[in-house]
Each structure stands twice: as structure tokens, then as C-alpha cells.
């Protein structure tokens, strides 16, 4: 078998007509607004949002997004009829919560009725977009989510689920039209996510493709060609030898609607489809023109009615030479959704509005957060204490986390522990502690969010964004056991791990699972359950040892290779036994 990752057989990078690596996306978000008048950039995020945002007043705003090199996804997809904004990451990388939470205010400031998010089935891009929906909920904005999963390539899918691809552009056309048509968020999302259901995607590849200033991201020998790949240049899941049009979108056809796989599309003799063949990048207009005749002539040949044809460039992978098939079952409520006006220049539209003298530069919205500066209350001490004892027994133990992390992730668990310790200790020396433990976590999620970095950063910012609510209205022991439901909640939500899946949530599970007693506790008997509380984690946290990892990076080592205790288990446990160490010192 061919290695995917040895140097020495990959081609050198390809050349690319740029000015810099570094500012390309900053350069090609300015590309797109300044050749259209419909078109705006917030400063200081690479947000692209409708010109004409009055347009969303009393309706429901759509933002999307994820990484660079998809274009022209998902900028060029904004305008009436489609989505009201689109968040850019760098090439191939999720778009930072920040960015998203300002596209949401922006449309929120407008007027919008709600705002609903259409988010790739992408880890990275589950939990930004879903942190940033979580901090919207926070300023009171009605914020729902979609995420869009149509890869077919998976016969048994692991359990992060099948990937978003092209079929994603459809969901924005469908959600688009019901928004331009004033239903409200929960109506919008119920018949898209039942749409979503009848989408599948698959993509073939003869190259692969290369990110900017690096090398190519697998070697494809000549004659061969990648089935089932994805969007961010993976390689796919079979190699085959490069095959006629007819004969590869056959292939393609059959494993999509293969009913023996988990991840099909069902399709029988009678069903209507939109079709939408997609370059993938490098595919010439001949080529995509033969593959478009192919597809429709395939299927046909098995009954199936195709209504509709897409054909041409709208979600890319760079220049890679390949090509995607998305069918999405249609009946006549879909296709009236379909067939409606949009002004969005990809489907494609073309702008009216004169190019030349237009500013197509706005401001950002007005900083939505809190003030930092709140009063001190009966709590603030109590809370300095135990973050302090949290601080210090992290930093203790940084090495212990990153040895732990070395036997199933990069080796960085403690470093990333001990930057959040230290930002938080800085903070402590430069900030009042606020009576309100709400205030508090609020605070913290920012403060994580910005200096933690990585996945963890996101998921600890996401328990504490979530963990904030119910204390903002009591912080009597009942509410604290609330908060701590709502947050593990959250990191289930968008993280897609569960108790059992070797991660942090199975030292923070049965913790939480003992503290619901606090609701019910006599007097005297909170500590006896924080007690209780603190060993069970320790217990979660020992027992991953003997689990098989599902979720995060230890899920892609062999198992056998995944001895030691999960890494963020431990440092859960940790934090825990600190906050009781620091509860005993104040009685």
C-alpha cells in the first residue's frame, strides 16, 4: 500500500498565483466583496455578511461557514433568498467562535427574528459554531442549529458521524427561501432537518490537492483515482484505477444507494431527485459537462425521476482534480423551495448594483459582552480560593497530563491546562471577583476560550458559557448542581462524546450524576456529597484505562496502544479534588 504521508514520493507544492500564505483568505474575503454589490465585510473578522442587512428585520438570519478553500463557499452563497452571512477560517480550518458570534450579533443587531446556523458535521466547526450559539443564547438571541451530514462513503460510519459536504449548499437554498418567506426558526428547522435526511453526497479525486505553502496531502500514483474522499484534501476510503465518465459515476451511484451501507442515500425506481454535479477544482468545463450527462443518464436508467440539474463549481477543494455528486429526494414542497428567486452570485446571480465607489466595509457590532467590573459579594472569596487551588494543583501536575497525553495525543494536555491556569491567575490579580457565580463563569469561559487554545479551550468555555445560566438566578447548592448538568450537557451536545467514550466526561458524568443529590441535601450534608462528588471522578478517571477511546484523538490509536488514564479525565478529577480542598479550608 502507497504511504500516504512519506515526503519523498509526494509532488513538491503546487504553485498558486497569491500574495501571501499568511493573508490569502484576508485577501480573496476582500476578492469577493469588492466584485459584488450585495456584499459586506465586518472589520477585524472574516465575516462576510448581506450589504442590505435591513433586509433581515422581522425574518429569520442564516449564517454559515468553516474553512477556506471551498470557494465559492460559503460567501458566495449570501443574498436574498440565501443565507445573511458566512464566517471564514483559514484554508481548511474552523472558523473561531469569536468570528461566528459577531456574524450572529451582526444579524441580531438588524433585527432578525432569530438566527439559524448551518454547520458542516466537523468536530472543530460543531464546537465554535456551537460555542458561539451558546454565547448568543447568553444576549438573548434566538439562535437554532443544523448540521448537515450527506457523506455517503462510510459503509459503518464511526461515531462522529458522516461528514458535511456539497449537499450543505443545498440546505442553504431550501432554509434560504422558507426565511425569505418569514416562517419562523423552529418551522425552518424542522422541515430542513427533515430535508436533510433524503441528501447524500460522495466525491471521487484523480489529484489531490495542497494548502498553501505545504505539499500535496497524499500521493496518487498515475492511472488511480480516490473514492469517497473528502473536502479538506483526506485521501478517500478506496483507490481504484481511473475508469470512463460512464463507468466511475456508475461506481459512485451504486455505493450511494447501496442498502447494505449505513451511511446510503435510500433510492428506489420512481423516486425525484436535484441532482448537483460539483467540482471539486481542477475538473475542466468538458469534463463536468460529460460527468453531468453520465449521472443523469444513470439515473434515469433506474427510474428515478431527476427534476433538477446543478452543474459547476460550489464547494471546492482548492485545485484538486475531482469531482462530487449530491442527490437530495424531492417532492413538490422541496422544489418550490428550490426553484425560488435568490440573489445569492453563486447559485449564480449576477449584481445590478454599480461596483465602483461603493464601500463595502462596515462596522463590526457593539461589544455585547458584560462588564467585567462587578461588585464583590458573600461568594467572591470562597470562589478566589478554589479557583486558586484549581490554578495550582494544574500547574502541579502538567507534567503528569502531558506524559499521560504522549501515550495517546501529542503530548501537550498539561501545557494547554497550565496556559489556562496562568491566564486565569493573572486575571485573578488584576480583576475582582464577582458575587455572582453566573458573572463569574462567564467570565472564565472568555478568558479560556481566548488563552486555553484547542479543543479543549472550546469545550471548557462551552461548560462554562452553559454552566453560567442557572447561576445567574440563584447560586444556592441546587443551582450550582443545575450548572454543572447544563455545562457536561453542552460538551455532549457539540462535542459528540459521551460517558464511556474514554474522554473528560467520564470523570465529569458520575460527579455530576452524585452532585443532583445537593438538591435534596439536609443541613450539614453538602460536603459529605462533594466528598462523594470528588471520588466517583476520581473512579471515572482511573476506570478509562480499560475503555476503548470513541471520541477524540485517543479514538484514532490502536487500542491496544491506549493504556494509561485519559489525560482530560485525570485533569477534570483534579480540578474537583481542588475545589473540595479549598471548600474544607473555609470551614
Known amino acids: 500500500m502507497a504511504c500516504y504521508h512519506s515526503h519523498c514520493l509526494l509532488q513538491p507544492p503546487r504553485k498558486k498565483l497569491l500574495n501571501s500564505v499568511d493573508r490569502c483568505v484576508d485577501e480573496a474575503l476582500e476578492g469577493i466583496v469588492s466584485s459584488s454589490g450585495g456584499l459586506s465585510l465586518l472589520k477585524g473578522h472574516r465575516v462576510v455578511v448581506r450589504a442590505n442587512r435591513e433586509a433581515v428585520r422581522g425574518r429569520v438570519g442564516l449564517v454559515s461557514g468553516g474553512g477556506s478553500g471551498h470557494e465559492p463557499a460559503h460567501a458566495g452563497y449570501i443574498g436574498c433568498g440565501m443565507l445573511s452571512a458566512a464566517v471564514a477560517g483559514g484554508v481548511f480550518a474552523s472558523p473561531p467562535p469569536a468570528s461566528v458570534l459577531a456574524a450572529i450579533l451582526s444579524l441580531h443587531d438588524a433585527g432578525a427574528s432569530g438566527v439559524l446556523l448551518i454547520v458542516k458535521n466537523y468536530t472543530g466547526d460543531r464546537l465554535n459554531f456551537g460555542l458561539a450559539a451558546e454565547q448568543a443564547r447568553g444576549y438573548g438571541v434566538e439562535v437554532g442549529m443544523v448540521i448537515v451530514a450527506d457523506d455517503c462513503a462510510f459503509d459503518q460510519p464511526s461515531k462522529a458521524g458522516r461528514r458535511g459536504l456539497c449537499g450543505t449548499v443545498l440546505v442553504h437554498k431550501l432554509a434560504g427561501a422558507l426565511a425569505e418567506e418569514g416562517r419562523p426558526l423552529d418551522e425552518i428547522i424542522s422541515k430542513v432537518t427533515e430535508a436533510v435526511k433524503g441528501i447524500g453526497t460522495l466525491g471521487v479525486s484523480l489529484s489531490p490537492c495542497s494548502v498553501p505553502g505545504s505539499l500535496p496531502s497524499f500521493n496518487l500514483p498515475s492511472g488511480e483515482m480516490e473514492l469517497g474522499l473528502g473536502i479538506h484534501g483526506e485521501p478517500g476510503i478506496k483507490r481504484l484505477k481511473v475508469a470512463s465518465a460512464d463507468e466511475v459515476v456508475n461506481s459512485m451511484i451504486d455505493h450511494m444507494t447501496n442498502p447494505a451501507s449505513q451511511s446510503h442515500l435510500p433510492l428506489k425506481s420512481g423516486d425525484s431527485v436535484v441532482l448537483c454535479v460539483n467540482n471539486l477544482g481542477a475538473l475542466s468545463c468538458l469534463e463536468m459537462a460529460v460527468v453531468t450527462r453520465a449521472a443523469v443518464n444513470c439515473l434515469e436508467g433506474r427510474g428515478v425521476e431527476v427534476a433538477r440539474v446543478m452543474s459547476g463549481s460550489f464547494m471546492t477543494s482548492l485545485e484538486m482534480a475531482g469531482v462530487s455528486l449530491s442527490l437530495m429526494r424531492t417532492n413538490q414542497d422541496i422544489l418550490r423551495l428550490f426553484d425560488a428567486e435568490t440573489s445569492a452570485p453563486a447559485w449564480p446571480n449576477r449584481s445590478i448594483v ?46 503528569d497530563l502531558n506524559s499521560l497525553d504522549r501515550a495517546s495525543g501529542d503530548g501537550d494536555c498539561g501545557n494547554t491546562h497550565a496556559q489556562a491556569s496562568r491566564a486565569i491567575q493573572e486575571w485573578l490579580q488584576s480583576h475582582v471577583v464577582p458575587g455572582c457565580p453566573g458573572q463569574l463563569m462567564s467570565n472564565l469561559a472568555e478568558l479560556v476560550q481566548e488563552r486555553m487554545g484547542g ?27 443545575d450548572a454543572m448538568h447544563d455545562g457536561t450537557e453542552a460538551i455532549k451536545r457539540y462535542g459528540g462524546a459521551d460517558l464511556g467514550d474514554r474522554t473528560m466526561l467520564d470523570a465529569l458524568c458520575p460527579a455530576v450524576e452524585e452532585l443532583k443529590r445537593l438538591a435534596k441535601a439536609p443541613p450539614g450534608g453538602h460536603m459529605a456529597i462533594l ?48 475545589v473540595l480542598e479549598a471548600l474544607k479550608e473555609q470551614k
Open 531 to 578: 466528598q462523594a462528588a470528588v471520588e466517583k471522578s476520581e473512579q471515572g478517571a482511573k476506570s478509562t484505562c480499560d475503555l476503548i477511546a470513541r471520541a477524540g484523538r485517543a479514538s484514532y490509536i490502536a487500542t491496544e496502544r491506549v493504556t494509561l488514564s485519559d489525560p482530560g479525565a485525570v485533569a477534570i478529577a483534579v480540578i474537583l479534588r481542588a
Open 455 to 481: 479543543s479543549s479551550g472550546a469545550l471548557y468555555s462551552l461548560f462554562l458559557t452553559a454552566a453560567a445560566v442557572p447561576l445567574r438566578r440563584n447560586s444556592d447548592s441546587s443551582s450550582w448542581a
Open 354 to 399: 454599480r461596483i465602483s465607489g461603493r464601500c463595502h466595509t462596515l462596522d463590526p457590532p457593539a461589544n455585547h459582552s458584560e462588564e467585567t467590573s462587578q461588585p464583590e459579594g458573600p461568594l467572591s472569596g470562597v470562589m478566589k480560593n478554589a479557583l486558586e487551588r484549581i490554578c495550582s494543583s494544574l500547574l502541579q501536575c502538567q507534567e
